[in-house]
């Protein structure tokens, strides 16, 4: 029986992406997405979070900048 690795390796993959369907069918997606096979490695998951993250929270703050310019 094979045992699990300790540690994980970021170098390895982890997750295999072969289709985009869910995101093609999330709200507020392009259309123009196409359907490709990508391996994501950990370390591209945590630096695709990380960007998402750093994304919304400067909407956010342009979105709350807009409403206090717009009181004065």
Avoid: W
Avoid at 10 to 24: E, G, I, Q, R
Avoid at 37 to 52: A, F, G, S, V, Y
Avoid at 56 to 69: A, C
Wanted: a positive charge; charged letters at 25%.
């Amino acid at each position: 029986m094979k045992q699990r690795p300790r540690q994980i390796d970021a170098s390895k993959p982890v997750l295999t992406v072969s289709s985009l369907d869910a995101f093609n069918n999330a709200e507020g997606q392009e259309a123009d997405i196409k359907n490709t096979e990508q391996i994501i490695t950990p370390d591209q998951l945590l630096k695709e979070k990380q960007i998402t993250y750093i994304c919304l929270i400067t909407k956010r703050g342009v979105q709350e900048n807009r409403i206090h310019l717009s009181q004065m």
